[in-house]
């Protein structure tokens, strides 16, 4: 009689080969005194809370991005558009804005303390979720050249966060706010895509400081002290203020201030989404389940839901 098998996608586990695992895991379970037990409990925590903040902070920089990318598309349309659409555009961008705040937040709550436990472990993925999140966005405020809308949303995060050839980068689409239209339908529309584009960055600002007050019981001091310090930029007179002799129309001020203020924000969330991935990896070096090194191959780290890393192996063999 042909042995039992679980199911690996395209491979099978034999019932012995779990039966082995499950027994090598149980045999070094065992030897732990409870000096190592605690200590080991201390450090899955520990790379669990950084992990899941680490996505947290991952969430909001995509949001952030998303707004740059929505708020510059909704004004590369207007500039070829006549005025009589420009409201239309306006209404085109707060939807997209909104199914992207949407999401934003889902992503944030998933990876909260108070997230509901998933009954079935699942790896986490975040970038397909992600880049449809954008393609969604896209479609919303009615352009089919996602690629392009992207690197609007990166110009100027990164180096190579540059716009696709042939295309505006946000300063230069900024620039049509210069001068206040005489149209009253084009006024209101740049006005309202302003207001609402403002409100964002708002929105952005408080979250950053909701994430520096919910974080730093868990960070190492001076990762702690740099997050406060880099928030306190936020709210420098040079963030907020504008020129008072200014001849240009008020709003184009007021918009390019919101931009650089949520290009900042989205600096400063990719630097902490990175130190604080870095800590996450480096507090658990060992899969938690079969205590083996993470290597790579079979013994690479993967993430589940619960923001706990095992061994791909592990995960297979003990979690199916």
Partial sequence: MSSMS??????????EACLEWAKRVHDVQSKRNPHEWEAAKKRIESAREHEMQSRKCKAAKNHAIRSRALAAEGLRQMSSAPASEHLAVQNRWKSAQECSAKFASARWNAFSREAPVVAEPQVLVDEDEEEEAMAEAADLIGTADV??????GNDGLQADGQPAAGRSSVDELLAQLRKEPANEEECAAKFML??????EVEEMRSTLLKFNEETQPTLPATVAAD???QIGKIDSTEAMGIPDDAREWFVFHMMRKAERNNLSMAQMLDSFEKKLAFL??????ECPVCLDQFEAGDKAPETWVAATKSARNAGKAGLK
């Fill in 227 to 229: 997050l406060t310090h």
């Fill in 6 to 15: 679980v199911s690996e996608g395209p491979q099978t586990r034999s019932r």
């Fill in 194 to 199: 302003y207001e609402g584009y403002a409100r």
């Fill in 147 to 152: 690629t392009a809308l992207n690197a609007l």
């Fill in 280 to 285: 996450a990896n480096n507090d658990q070096q």
